[in-house]
């Protein structure tokens, strides 16, 4: 505000003056760590543009590079097609395997139908996760809050969250012995 009542050369001393010193807020310390300053030296190259950065933004010899490697236009297509013809024998690859899966999985389901007509209505029944039976709903009554809020965290049929990921090295804390899950009915 100060700078509108100078006059325009001064007023451009202090608009540049606040500028600078707004650009240069987050200054780099003079004892910043080599591995952070490495790791963000790689993450958010510098945006000059007048030598190639080591993530591929920019380079300038990609040209160059390309007419070394492969001289002519019709090698450079012939791999192109060769390219999308191997990805093209993979994808059908894949299509062969997950339609011999689904046809094994139609015959195991005929059969199933074949042999008994009651687990196959079972095996295909829609289930509503949120649903519970009235003796899931008396244990809720009887449990801790912790423990309630915990059995209606968990979906039916996903992974258990409360199982621990396995690790190479045991905890700091140590094994808790008094841990028991409580009981899920199902």
Request: aromatic share 6%; hydrophobic share 30%.
């Amino acid at each position: 505000m100060s700078s509108i009542l100078l006059p325009n050369s001064k007023r451009v001393a202090a608009t540049s003056t606040v500028h600078f010193q707004i650009r240069c807020y987050a200054r780099k310390e003079s004892g910043m760590d080599p591995k952070k300053e490495t790791i963000r030296r790689a993450l958010y190259p510098s945006n000059i543009r007048n030598k190639p950065t080591p993530t591929g933004t920019w380079r300038p010899d990609v040209e160059k590079a390309l007419q070394h490697a492969i001289p002519s236009v019709q090698a450079h297509d012939t791999i192109d097609r060769a390219w999308l013809l191997h990805k093209r024998h993979i994808r059908k690859r894949r299509e062969a395997e997950t339609e011999r899966k689904f046809e094994s999985m139609r015959k195991a389901m005929d059969e199933l139908a074949s042999i008994d007509s009651h687990l196959y209505m079972e095996a295909n029944k829609p289930e509503n996760p949120r649903a519970r039976s009235p003796e899931e709903v008396n244990l809720l009554k009887t449990l801790k809050a912790s423990e309630a809020r915990a059995s209606d965290a968990r979906i039916r049929g996903l992974f258990p969250r409360e199982l621990r990921v396995p690790t190479d090295t045991p905890s700091r804390t140590g094994w808790k012995y008094d841990w028991k899950p409580f009981y899920r009915p199902l």
